[in-house]
Antibody, heavy 122, light 106 residues
Framework: QLQLQESGPGLVKPSETLSLTCTVS??????????WGWIRQPPGKGLEWIGS???????YYNPSLKSRVTQSVDTSKNQFSLTLSSVTAADTAVYYC??????????????WGQGTLVTVSS | DIQMTQSPSSLSASVGDRVTITCRAS??????LNWYQQKPGKAPKLLIY???SLQSGVPSRFSGSGSGTDFTLTISSLQPEDFATYYC????????FGQGTKLEIK
């Protein structure tokens, strides 16, 4: 059974950089059928897609965050990562990683990590 | 960007009820629409993809329909485990979600 697990600091100071890693187990991140994505959810609010990355390194981002977001993938560790720079309190959220099936607009997120709460505060 | 609007925002229903949740897109998205269920403190779970395709392992009481701008998620007979928040999501980048519909016990 595929499992995803987010890891990273739970507290980040304003103006600093948030860094998270998602470790995939029970399957290969190099599966050509899938991208790997990040979605966040501020406390008590809805879901926002951040971006997605392919095992080969191609990426796409939500334009609302693109200037601050970087994604990377490490196939040797079966991991992918997210960095978000210049964070503010508005970036406080539960961050989820997810497997992203991408096929001619018939996209969906079918496996999700449990989520990790990142709080931006001094 | 495409905006997704769900209605109602909250809904009270009883076990055994038939429930319908609506999602409207700000422009046509063909059938490129997914539905997720989220329980408190948990990650979203994919229920329906491509507007009407049932994800493997999801009970058949869940169904989806629609195309263009108007979509519905129907639960034919509510079970206790179905009380949760439901989100729609469209597949043109940037992907976007509806604001959610909270389904509560009456």
């Amino acid at each position: 059974q595929l499992q995803l697990q987010e890891s990273g600091p739970g507290l980040v100071k304003p103006s600093e950089t948030l860094s998270l890693t998602c470790t995939v187990s029970g399957g290969s991140i190099s599966n050509s059928d899938y991208y790997w994505g990040w979605i966040r959810q501020p406390p008590g609010k809805g879901l926002e897609w951040i971006g997605s990355i392919y095992y080969g390194g191609s990426t796409y981002y939500n334009p609302s965050l693109k200037s601050r977001v970087t994604q990377s993938v490490d196939t040797s560790k079966n991991q992918f990562s997210l960095t978000l720079s210049s964070v503010t309190a508005a970036d406080t959220a539960v961050y989820y990683c997810a497997r992203h099936k991408s096929s001619d607009y018939r996209d969906y997120f079918d496996y999700w990590g449990q989520g990790t709460l990142v709080t931006v505060s001094s | 960007d495409i905006q997704m609007t769900q209605s109602p925002s909250s809904l009270s229903a009883s076990v055994g009820d038939r429930v319908t949740i609506t999602c409207r897109a700000s422009q046509s998205i063909s059938t490129y629409l997914n539905w997720y269920q989220q329980k408190p403190g948990k990650a979203p779970k994919l229920l329906i993809y491509d507007a009407s395709s049932l994800q493997s392992g999801v009970p058949s009481r869940f169904s989806g329909s629609g195309s263009g701008t108007d979509f519905t998620l129907t639960i034919s007979s509510l079970q206790p485990e179905d009380f949760a928040t439901y989100y729609c999501q469209q597949n043109y980048t940037p992907y976007s979600f509806g604001q959610g519909t909270k389904l509560e016990i009456k």
